[in-house]
């Protein structure tokens, strides 16, 4: 059986266990990636963040690269279909703070792929290794590559481009091995990250249904995989985390979930600001309140709330006991001043002057 809390590095960078946080799209906030470090996860990683928008200085696209001083190791992705841009991008969040470039060749969404960004490079080898040598050239720190299998149902393209891209500068490869076609639906196929592990001489992380123990066991011993990659099972669950990492599977209890809850809610908000964090919460009330944890009917009644305010003072009624719990675990949290601020960057890197 596998230890999960075994270290291991990425090109000198050194990942205290064998659980990877997935970058997640409207889910990888900061508050999400804190959390995950508490629970065991050791590596967390941002969302996916565009180069076009960090080339032109997008407000919101550099809000992405607030890094705090807990969640080291870091990894930020980013994406983008242009070599030079990625490059530059790849260079502000090594400033920002980031301890790993990780390169997003695995997005399905048309939104991304028609701009022949994300999973697309998959069908353009020749293009993505040059877009990670370009950034592999820009900056000191490692470079990962995320991607799917390919782009079409059953294809084995991640085989064939997988090498190519660690001889252009991969030091690190995640595989989830569905096509983009299949979105999220099917079963990711660990038989292919097993080929992948032969093929290449670079750690290989395993992405796509981890959420049990049992199963991050079996993946890595059958694939020969370095980590894990834990994704919607660390959903307003990041007690799977811990389940994955040393086997308590101890249901929390309610006052826990309310009091992470409640320490979620009120850094997201820091984070986003009351206007965008009370949409963006919505969806985790439902993923931590779930679960048998709560009645229905007051999951229901938390999401109609128009505040967080009123959802905190909610959740502390349900479960008074919360509150002691979140005194006690943001007095354990690094002062947010500690974060890195972006007027800190340097002012080359921002096109200062
Ligand atoms: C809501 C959502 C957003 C995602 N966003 C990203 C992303 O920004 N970058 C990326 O590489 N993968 C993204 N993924 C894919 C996950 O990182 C992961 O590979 C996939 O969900 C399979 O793992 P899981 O079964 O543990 O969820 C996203 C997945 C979900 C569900």
């Known amino acids: 059986m596998a230890d999960m809390t075994v270290p291991w590095s990425i090109g000198g960078v050194e990942i205290p266990s064998r659980i990877v946080l997935a970058p997640m799209a409207g ?24 180069s076009c928008g ?29 070599p030079a841009p990625m490059a530059e991008a ?13 390169i ?8 991304v792929t028609k701009t022949g960004a994300g999973a697309t490079l998959l069908d353009d080898p020749e293009l993505a290794c040059r877009i990670v040598s370009s950034v592999a050239e820009a900056v000191t720190v490692p470079v990962s590559v995320k991607m799917r299998r390919g782009l079409r149902n059953g294809s084995r393209t991640c085989l064939d481009v997988g090498p190519r891209l660690v001889d252009a500068g991969a030091s690190v490869l995640t595989l989830h091995p569905r096509s983009a076609q299949q979105m999220y639906t099917g079963t990711a196929d660990h038989t292919l990250t097993a ?12 992405s796509g249904d981890i959420t049990s123990r049992a199963r991050a066991q079996a993946v890595l011993a059958t694939t020969g995989a370095a980590a894990v990659m834990v994704g919607r099972g660390a959903q307003g669950n990041p007690w799977a985390l811990r389940e994955i990492v040393d086997g308590d599977s101890a249901e929390p209890s309610r006052e826990e979930v309310a009091a992470e809850l409640i320490l979620f809610i009120r850094e997201t ?13 919505k969806k985790f009330y439902g993923w931590y309140l779930g ?11 938390i999401v109609q709330l128009h505040s967080t305010e009123d959802v905190v003072t909610r959740l502390l009624a349900a479960a008074p006991g919360a509150a002691e719990l979140v005194a006690r675990l943001e007095a354990e949290l690094p002062d947010p001043d500690d974060d890195v601020l972006l007027d ?10």
């Open 27 to 50: 889910v990888s906030v900061q508050a999400f990636r804190r959390q995950g470090r508490r629970f065991g996860a050791g590596l967390v990683c941002s969302e996916m963040v565009s």
């Open 54 to 82: 960090l080339q032109h200085r997008n407000e919101r696209t550099l809000g992405y690269l607030r890094i705090a001083a807990d969640e080291h190791p870091l990894a930020v992705q980013i994406f983008g279909s242009d």
């Open 90 to 102: 790849a260079q502000m969040v090594v400033a920002a703070g980031a301890d790993i470039v990780d």
């Open 104 to 111: 997003n060749f695995g997005c399905p969404v048309r939104k």
């Open 195 to 206: 080929e992948l592990v032969d093929l290449v001489d670079v750690p290989v992380i395993a």
């Open 269 to 281: 908000v820091r984070e986003l600001g009351e206007r965008r964090a009370s949409g963006f919460l």
């Open 291 to 301: 679960h048998g944890r709560f009645p229905r009917p007051f999951k229901q009644e």
């Open 344 to 353: 800190r960057l340097p002012i080359s890197v921002y096109g200062g002057g």
